[in-house]
């Protein structure tokens, strides 16, 4: 199985930072590199598929990059609304495994 | 609107046997595969199963293979995760999700609010 790997685990940052996570693949998964964000007692919400294509109705402070093993998200300006958890996932292969998560936490 | 709406969850004993299913709508449901993921309380996200669009198909990680089997009925656009052998270490969350086919790989693109499963004596 692909092992993903994110870190930070957490991180605290204040409204209108720019933050970087990083999530790495224990093998290639070209761009097959999926990102989601949960909020606390709620599903998982499709924020970047393909390494860095943003699906309808994402805004466009979020971006991402990356292939092969090793991808970052971006935020370029927090707002409070982006204080979450954020997982990677690769689409690579079956089992489609995801990182531990990122927690974001305001500062 | 695309809505998944699981039900089933609650208690079971170690060693008992619970079905799930997920109940679609806003979408043509036997067009996509669908997915099963679970999160323990506190922890991360887990993806369990999915299946292709006629149920031909069936793909499991291997920390439930042979326990849980997913299924779907197209005609009643449901999806089923059956879940037997459990353990304490099967409780969490368990969602059902859209799979898409996104830069040719399949995506979940929307999720179900979840449910809760609970594994206890």
């Known amino acids: 199985d692909i092992q993903m790997t994110q870190s930070p685990s957490s991180l605290s940052a204040s409204v209108g930072d720019r933050v970087t996570i990083a999530c790495r693949a224990s093998?290639?998964?070209?761009?097959?590199l999926n990102w989601y964000q949960q909020k606390p007692g709620k599903a998982p919400k499709l924020l970047l598929y393909a390494a860095s294509s943003l699906p309808s109705g994402v805004p466009s402070r979020f971006s991402g990059s990356g292939s092969g093993t090793d991808f970052t998200l971006t935020i370029s300006s927090l707002q409070p609304e982006d204080f979450a958890t954020y997982y990677c996932?690769?689409?690579?292969?079956?089992?489609?495994?995801f990182g531990q998560g990122t927690k974001l936490e305001i500062k | 609107e695309v809505q998944l709406v699981e039900a089933g969850g609650g208690l079971v004993q170690p060693g008992g046997s619970l079905r799930l299913s997920c109940a679609a709508s806003g979408f043509t449901f036997s067009s996509y595969w669908m997915s099963w993921v679970r999160q323990a309380p506190g922890k991360g996200l887990e993806w369990l199963a999915n299946?292709?669009?006629?149920?031909?198909?069936?793909y499991y990680v291997d920390s439930v293979k042979g326990r849980f089997t997913i299924s779907r009925d197209n005609a009643k656009n449901s999806l089923y995760l059956q879940m037997t052998s459990l353990r304490a270490e099967d409780t969490a969350v368990y969602y059902c999700a859209r799979d898409e086919t996104l830069y040719g790989s399949r995506t979940a693109d929307y999720w179900g609010q979840g449910t809760l499963v609970t594994v206890s004596s």
């Open positions: 996932q690769q689409s690579h292969s079956t089992p489609r495994t």
């Open positions: 093998q290639s998964i070209s761009s097959y």
């Open positions: 299946v292709n669009r006629d149920g031909s198909a069936k």
